[in-house]
């Protein structure tokens, strides 16, 4: 079936917003091999449909006016940036198997028993991996194959998936660039172009032409849209081998488990952030205390009271008694710290990259022994609301099976986080999730405005695009709840419409102090 009739059996998510069906499952990792007849005649042909080709098969009585709006259209670009990376992960899973066989004890021996096949082989399998019309140079997995790699790359010799996956991320950029016109500005268009063709010091000096029109502010919250994109292009495209997980794992719609500039591994972040968790009780200042008066059943009080919360490690819990007799709690947790690397709570640099990749983290032990030390009991139903940080550690609880068979967990609301990859153990948790997709920080999950990968269709995603202020100012949670009262004050009425059931007297405000350790 012609792609672009495939456009027309797009689904409807619960935000209104129609989309392109999922094409893969956003926890997919860079080894996920594609099984699908089209997927396997590309690997035979190591080429792949741009946009702009699958366009040209359309029937004479499709839908659109013309071939030029058929290249442009967003939706068909991501599309095609989906069969294209596909194509890429199989060249690439291609390329691992057949430089395992060769490397394997089993062909050894077989080919100290049979010489000249043996010999042959490997010399057709050399060619087959290093191939320019084919594989390109194509070995990797094992230690021959990222032995292999690891040469090549630093020698700058390319895989073909290498250039299709670069191929699938610049029509990606393409798509967010018809969505986002911050993004055609000559000087932006001109870094964006730079990256993707591999001219790295024609990128600085697009950079530098860029921060001096716009600042270092508007310069990347314009690039905010494709800033997943343009990591993982820069992470294929260096001599380095230890970050191309990054770009892999982004392509196939996964979470990286490695940063993208070294490749470090999360499993450093994780020794660094090894507290235990613990949480003390602590009393509101008198601005806490204010804004808590006038709170309510509202997610712009909600978020009002975590902008009073800070993020130096406060967290609250409220007790209400509802209007239909039952006791629930509701849990507000803040976001990150940026002043430092590492402080004495869990709302730092280092427990947001850990929460990101892991699910059992300092910040969630935290809120547990929280639960446990207020007396929270077992079975209680409970609503969690966190920012930034804070969503994302609403979203590792909703994962915790042991969680999850404690408490009722019944909603999870996160303002600007990147919680995409992540899943809810229990599927009756209803996830919201508040994006504006002006800020840069929910895209670090790997799933941005250019990407073809959705969410599970029980979730309320709600965004919307508020350039009232720039990054940093557009991730606080104050730009959230001003959004929320004006322009977007539909999605206010639709979320208070879910949570209802807290709807009720508040009898408790007790705010905690949680520590690493």
Known sequence: MPL?????????????RRGPAPRRNTGSTEKDLVKSPAIRSKVGVMTADTAG???????TGAPYVTTEERRTDPDLLREASVLLADAALAARRSGAALTAACASWQFGVRA??????GLATALAAGRAVTNSAGLGF???????????RSVATVSRHRAASVRMAVEAFALRIEAATAEHPNLAVPQAKHLTDAIVAGRRMEALRAARELIQLLGVTRSLTTLSPVLMELLAILALLDENPTNDSFAWVTLAGGTPTTEPLLGL???LLQRLNQGKGTAERTEADALLARVLERSGNDIVRYIDDISALGNHGLALLRRVHCADGSERFVLLLPGTSFGRLRNSSPQDLVGAFDGLLRTDTTYTRSVKHLLVRAGV????ELMVVGHSLGGITAMNLASDLDFVSTYRLSHVIAVGSPIDTKRAVDRTVQVISLVNKHDVIPGLDGRGPATALDIPESWLELTWVDETYDYPLSHAPQAYASTLRGAQLRHRAQVNELITAYDGEIVGNQPYLLLDK
């Open 138 to 148: 194509g070995a990797n997995g094992g230690p021959v194959g990222e032995l292999a």
């Open 112 to 117: 100290a028993r049979h010489p000249m096949w």
């Open 377 to 380: 009991p077992e079975g209680a």
């Open 265 to 267: 591994p999360s499993e």
């Open 53 to 59: 080709e699958v366009a040209e098969r359309t029937p």
């Open 4 to 16: 672009i009739h495939r456009l027309d059996q797009s689904v409807m998510h619960p935000n209104g």
